[in-house]
């Protein structure tokens, strides 16, 4: 009788586990973000440029909007894919972040990690350090 309760409940375990991770892998594959669904539609005036919570510069030069609209529209951000974040110490480094007029944002920092709104997301691909260049390139265009 023992054996029968102890294998019934081992298995009911193991099933709960296996139906939280399918559950999961198939929220991170359906639930993804599209730049207009952050920024929002429509044409951009006015970006806010920050590095590390402080502000750099506010872009409204329609030039260099389209050039940040062209490089973040480019990516799908997506849940971070791994069941354990890094921790406050993995996610301190340097890290660029554009504000919408709307007050969305999506920022990266040096080691790829990419934030929208603040929330540690991904991007598809896990690209997130060519990301980080590629701003950075944006960010500082006298750098390269």
């Given amino acids: 009788m023992r054996r029968a309760t102890l294998g019934l409940a081992l298995s009911g375990t193991l099933l709960a586990v296996l139906l939280f991770v399918t559950g999961r892998m198939l929220y991170i594959k359906l639930h993804d973000l599209r730049y207009e669904e952050i920024a929002g539609y429509g044409i951009h005036d006015v970006l806010v440029l920050s590095e590390n919570d402080t502000v750099l510069q506010t872009v409204t030069d329609e030039q260099q909007v389209t050039a940040f609209a062209a490089l973040l529209s480019g990516y799908t951000y997506i ?23 709307n007050g969305a944002s999506i920022g990266v920092n040096a080691d790829g ?4 709104n603040g929330k540690l997301k991904d991007i598809e ?8 260049h590629k701003l950075y390139v944006l960010f500082y265009p006298n750098a390269a």
Wanted: a negative charge; zero cysteines; charged letters at 20%.
């Fill in 113 to 116: 990690y990419v934030f929208v």
């Fill in 125 to 132: 691909g896990g690209r997130g350090q060519e990301f980080y």
């Fill in 79 to 101: 849940e971070y894919p791994h069941f354990f974040k890094p921790g406050d110490n993995q996610l301190a480094g340097n890290r660029l972040t554009v504000t919408f007029e």
